[in-house]
């Protein structure tokens, strides 16, 4: 039980023995084969929730964290992403308690008595001009039950719902990193192309959902005017992407750089006109270091800036809380530090600029490839957004 990270629960534990039928007192027998509290679903390559017939975001992100954790032990041969095998432990079944459904036997994992070098036996497949295109989403704040409708989500996401107005009066400028010519860190993972400009992104769009359902007003700064939220692992890279509201994104990287301070700093003054006095700026990156190198989710403030500060370090402290919460022992050392990048120096909004990982790190590029993940990353920052540091 302990090998499979199983022994922490006791619901797992009273489970085996049911699945077993054997007693409490029973010796476990070094030959025999015994069924073990884990469920095994097909991976669709797209979402660890839909795979699983989860009901909830924070299950989903569990059994991501569990399967990380078998994987980093030698447990699980393989990574979810690549033999497709999810592995769900009995007690986060128990946990998405709105799923309520019997457990077929023929489910389980059978595994010897002896886990010291054995591997688990085969399991069951279930298939399973800035200012001037301001007044046309305008209606971010959003009214009733409808935060309104942002085709720039996709078809499938434009409609945003209003879960409160806990972020009513409040403005957001989200920029991913990079984009149009410049896709930034470039990993190739098999036949497919990892582009951080594409996940970043991704993220950002999510982020930005979401705040939207609590009433803010949310601005995508680098924007694609064809990807909409994706599903999937593998993100298409593209070379489309515009600078709010529609401008053509230079090569020179100085440029695109006051391309999008500018487009912030005049949408602010233009907010701060009309009685908005609670800004904020959020960059999202994905370093690039050597492939060894894992790295957790990591912050930068503004240098000469308090309120940035405690801002940045409110949201650390809250993905900090997410990490204790979801994988118990695993530790996080993401930082919290001032740093002089031109998007922190140059634009009027207090900021905060966010690593999300290592894009060259395979471990680390678990947390963006599955589409549960980027939409867990942007969750976890709302829960911090939501406190209005």
């Given at each position: 039980?302990?090998?499979y ?13 049911g699945?077993?039928?054997i ?8 030959q ?9 679903y ?5 979402s ?25 032990k ?48 085969t ?16 209606s971010?704040?959003g009214?009733g ?7 720039i989500?996709g ?5 945003v719902?209003?879960?409160s ?28 192309e ?9 993220v ?7 705040l ?8 995508v700064?680098?924007?694609d ?5 994706r ?7 593209s ?6 509201p ?6 020179n990287?100085l ?5 999008r301070?500018?487009?912030v ?5 233009y ?10 700026l959020?960059?999202?990156?994905i ?7 894992r ?16 801002f ?11 990490y ?18 031109f ?19 395979i ?17 976890w920052l709302t ?7």
């Amino acid at each position: 039980m302990k090998r499979y990270s199983l022994d922490q629960h006791n619901e797992n534990y009273h489970y085996f023995l049911g699945l077993n039928r054997i007693k409490s007192d029973h010796t476990l027998d070094p030959q025999k084969k015994y069924l073990l509290p884990i469920l095994k679903y097909k991976y669709n390559g797209f979402s660890v929730k839909k795979s699983a017939k989860l009901s909830g975001w924070s299950t989903a992100e569990a059994v991501i964290a569990y399967n990380d954790e078998l994987h980093e032990k030698k447990v699980k041969k393989s990574d979810f992403i690549d033999d497709k095998e999810l592995w769900v432990p009995y007690h986060l079944v128990l946990e998405d308690t709105k799923t309520n459904r019997t457990i077929p036997e023929e489910e389980t994992i059978e595994e010897v008595a002896n886990t010291s070098t054995k591997k688990a036996a085969t399991l069951v497949n279930h298939e399973s001009s800035a200012v001037k295109a301001e007044s046309t989403i305008n209606s971010e704040i959003g009214s009733g039950k409808i935060a309104g409708n942002f085709p720039i989500f996709g078809p499938k996401h434009a409609r945003v719902p209003l879960k409160s107005q806990a972020l009513k009066g409040c403005v957001y400028y989200i920029v991913s990193g990079h984009g149009g010519p410049d896709p930034g860190s470039v990993y190739t993972r098999g036949k497919f192309e990892l582009h951080e400009d594409e996940y970043a992104y991704d993220v950002a769009l999510r982020l930005a959902r979401n705040l939207l359902s609590h009433g803010a007003k949310a601005y995508v700064i680098i924007r694609d005017p064809n990807d909409g939220i994706r599903s999937g692992n593998y993100l298409k890279p593209s070379k489309d992407e515009k600078c709010w509201p529609n401008l053509e994104i230079p090569r020179n990287q100085l440029e695109r750089l006051e391309q999008r301070k500018n487009a912030v700093n005049q949408l602010y003054d233009y907010n701060k006109s009309k009685g908005y006095k609670y800004q904020r700026l959020i960059c999202l990156h994905i370093d690039s270091r050597e492939k060894d190198k894992r790295i957790d989710m990591f912050f930068y403030h503004q240098p000469s800036s308090s309120k940035s500060k405690v801002f940045t370090t409110s949201l650390q402290n809250t993905i900090r809380k997410k990490y204790e919460q979801r994988q118990k022992g695993r530790g996080y050392n993401g930082i919290v530090k001032a740093r002089d990048l031109f998007m922190l120096r140059e634009s009027k909004p207090v900021a905060t600029f966010i690593e999300l990982g290592n894009i060259q790190n395979i471990q680390d590029q678990r947390r963006i490839l599955p589409e549960d993940n980027r939409q867990a990353i942007a969750n976890w920052l709302t829960t911090g957004l939501l406190q209005k540091k």
